[in-house]
């Protein structure tokens, strides 16, 4: 079941509720999703996203004509793995991802950040 669109966001905890329930896994796009309870998240890294926003309002503060900023796509993306959910389904996580990754919250979430050109980055 993947979870994504920002009319499900309000309720991502019933949800991830409501699939550990019926031991299906879950999957969104926004690194909340898993803090909630989905089992994974795949999606672009939300930090880098606001980040780059605010050099876009800079450059506009400083008179910059918005329609002559070039369009930009994410570079950054997270993969973040619940493992209290992993663990409630029976979803053994291999160790070498684990390795690769690193946990922001201890015993619960596990981050894998990865560029766009493969290069790998915690």
């Known amino acids: 079941?993947?979870?994504?669109?920002?009319?499900?966001?309000p309720h991502r905890n019933r949800f991830a509720?409501?699939?550990i329930r019926h031991r299906l896994p879950s999957?969104?796009?926004l690194r909340e999703y898993a803090e909630a309870g989905c089992l994974m998240v795949y999606g672009a890294s939300t930090d880098h996203l606001m980040s780059r926003s605010a050099t876009y309002v800079d450059k506009i503060l400083k008179g910059a004509?918005?329609?002559?900023l070039p369009v930009q796509e994410p570079t950054k993306f997270e993969l973040v793995v619940n493992l209290k959910t992993a663990k409630a389904l029976g979803?053994?996580?291999?160790?070498?991802l684990l390795k690769a990754g690193y946990l922001p919250f201890p015993g619960l979430c596990?981050?894998?950040?990865?560029?766009?050109?493969?290069?790998?980055?915690a």
């Open 1 to 9: 079941m993947e979870l994504a669109g920002v009319h499900l966001y």
């Open 91 to 96: 979803i053994i996580i291999p160790p070498a």
């Open 27 to 29: 999957m969104g796009s």
């Open 110 to 121: 596990f981050h894998l950040r990865a560029l766009v050109q493969g290069q790998v980055s």
């Open 17 to 19: 509720e409501l699939a």
């Open 65 to 68: 004509m918005p329609g002559d």
